[in-house]
């Protein structure tokens, strides 16, 4: 479609320049002099600008993953983390339209999803070098099909569209069917595998790779029950030798954030923050929800010494009991999910007797206050060998699936598995490999929906949230759509039960 509004093309405009100082800049304030305003007819106009505008799409991923309302929308509520909150409406059960529960999930990813159009659209018929060209398209177009991956596991069908146009056409479009949006995100990340580089030099870590393309697209055909593709795609990310597993799973979660764009990673949030010169750059509060909780008028968390770490916050995020339960004896990521101590140290005080605290793979030393550097995983090359194990289980081959679980399981220190494993047997390895590996990674929820599992798992943690075990419904699989947003579009329908 055609842009009618001209003001609304220089305001989305705007919004996008003012805030791509580059992927870890200082967010800036708006400023709302008319001088300001540049209007993309008149940009666009070399390489530097379509850079410049493309880093304006990345913001939203601090919008979305930084936010301490979507890691409750994921965790909580299942059957891995509880909160200390007891009124925590997400835990409950108990959010509705006038409290949906995803905080601003719907305006931060329509917002991210609206800049990656413009790109997508200016960008194409901009004058510049054919291959940088491409790699920006590719880049905007897996953006676009990330914050519709987020919209659809949580929302279910929603409102697709992929040009620029008018905001009272925006404010007017009906849902599409969830067949029809993964078909889009399908799409989309197809075409950017095509157009990104394995890597980039150390100026632009952080950017989109080939490998995070195809590592979403196998997921997204998981989700999609699709075996065969998921297998496929997923084998192209292990035929890359792009990545392997780090060698101890304490790595990935150094307390000092030493191994930020490690060989496991393939697609992870870039936080900055200098903890010499206390310069907080960008920034998250992760850590202020996960850390054990300090010692009335002391310096001490549950009675451990942490050294010079500082943070102000509410060690309200806890692992259920029956994440607990999950650990074989000798799981090496045990002492790292889990926090029973640090290093010679062993806490005092615990949330319950005998329960512990989230552990190290949550925390920051290098934090201040609520302010941490320490990036976020969204795709890791574990995830890759378990979606694998996955799909090659579901396409009958227990042999294969076997060999790829067994990966994960060394390096965690557990036994493998033998070759006499069943289906049914594998699959309950990977329902609860996948929590102990991903907890506090953004998938569990989303996990628990595909398998059609929420109610059970959600029932499954009554002695942590007796609330929410017993109000639990089917239709929670998703939440619902803001009363807000069904008001300004009438032709958005509610979900089923609210």
Known sequence: ?????????????????????????????LDEDAKTFIDPDNFFTNQTQCIQALNGVYQTLYSIYGSPDYWRMVDLGTD???SKDVNSAVQNYEFGSGNTGTGDLWLNAYSGIKNANLVINRVSLAQIDGT????????????????YFNLSNTFGGVPLWTEEIDINAVSSIARS????VRAQIIQDLSEAEKGLPVSYGSSDLGRVTKG????LLAKVYLFEKDWKNAKETALKVVNSGTYSLMEDY?????VNTRFKNNQESIFEVQYLREPTSNTNTRTHSMISYYIPQRDAGKSTYAGVNFGNLVVDGWSVFLPSAKLVSMFESGDKRKD??????????KFTSFPKPGYPWFGSKFWD????????GKNLYLLRYADVILMLSEAENELGNAGESIRWMNMIRVRAGLPILDAGTTKTEIAAKIFSERAIEFVGEFQRRFDLNRWGKLVEAAKSVAVDNPVGAAKVKPFHQYYPISQEEIIKNPNLEQNEGY
Do not use: H, W
Request: proline share 0%; charged share 25%.
């Open 250 to 254: 304490d790595q990935l979660y150094d």
């Open 132 to 147: 940088i060209k491409d790699r920006i398209l590719s880049e905007a177009k897996f953006l676009r099909a990330l914050y």
């Open 177 to 180: 069917s969830l067949k029809e």
């Open 80 to 82: 891995v983390a509880y």
């Open 365 to 372: 030393l290098d934090a201040n206050g609520q302010s941490s």
């Open 336 to 345: 790292i999910v889990l926090g029973y101590g640090f290093r010679d140290q």
């Open 212 to 215: 995070a393309a195809q590592t």
């Open 1 to 29: 479609m055609k842009i009618t509004s001209k003001l609304y093309r220089t305001a989305a405009f705007l919004a996008i320049i003012l805030s791509s100082g580059g992927l870890t800049s200082c967010e800036k304030s």
